[in-house]
């Protein structure tokens, strides 16, 4: 069960994430392999091998899931099937 806070390890290259936001489900997987606390080595889908960057936040479409790469990797992260994208940034309201 996915929840905030929670950090997840990949099985299938060294990307690292914590759920910021979390829906019903726990379908979160990266590199085509599911995500866990302490996941074993597994082969990955070559499809689902586009990357992660440390920093970025990922939200699916409808930004009910939201997570944070706090490792870098491989494996790209899908929720449910389809891969999370990168959430904009906010601008900021000038200070002058």
């Known amino acids: 069960m996915l929840k905030p806070g929670l950090r997840l390890k990949s099985a299938v290259c060294e990307a690292e994430i914590m759920v910021i936001k979390a829906n019903d489900g ?3 997987t ?3 392999v599911a995500m ?3 996941p074993e080595s597994a082969d990955a889908n070559p499809d689902q091998m586009n990357g992660c960057v440390i920093g ?3 939200v699916n479409e409808a930004e ?3 997570v944070l790469c706090v ?3 491989d494996g790209s992260i899908y929720y449910n099937g389809d891969e999370l994208m990168t959430k904009d940034t ?6 002058d």
């Open 36 to 38: 866990a606390e302490a």
């Open 71 to 73: 490792k870098s990797g």
């Open 90 to 95: 906010k601008k900021l309201p000038s200070s």
């Open 56 to 58: 970025k936040r990922y």
């Open 26 to 28: 726990d379908d979160l």
């Open 30 to 32: 990266c590199g085509g």
């Open 64 to 66: 009910t899931v939201e």
